[in-house]
């Protein structure tokens, strides 16, 4: 792998470790208040707003399997590219020399 591919996995990783140490702060947070808000005889509402919160967060992780998946895609996509640039920019090299060799002939 090239520098620059791990460079932006890096970043990426951190960005996305980021991501998933906020949920774990917004589950907590959400956790607190719903202990302080719902009073223990309506059951039946916690477990429903429990219901509505795990539904949000498993979107949420969809969500984040799915930006995953792009950033792999993308960083695959830089790698080609970066390939096919070095790969032309040897050409390029051995071209500029040949011409110089043919210069230096004739």
């Given at each position: 792998?090239s ?8 970043g ?38 429990i ?5 949000r ?21 830089l ?11 040897l ?6 020399q ?9």
């Amino acid at each position: 792998m090239s520098a620059s591919e791990q460079a932006l996995s890096a970043g990426w990783s951190r960005i996305l470790d980021e991501v998933h140490s906020r949920l774990d702060q917004a589950i907590t947070s959400a956790n607190v208040r719903l202990e302080s808000h719902v009073q223990p005889a309506a059951p039946r509402d916690r477990l429903q707003s429990i219901a509505q919160w795990n539904d949000r967060l498993q979107r949420l992780h969809a969500h984040l399997n799915a930006v995953e998946q792009i950033v792999h895609s993308v960083d695959e996509a830089l790698e080609r590219e970066e390939t096919l640039l070095r790969q032309t920019h040897l050409a390029c090299a051995a071209l500029r020399q040949r011409l110089a060799d043919g210069r230096a002939i004739g």
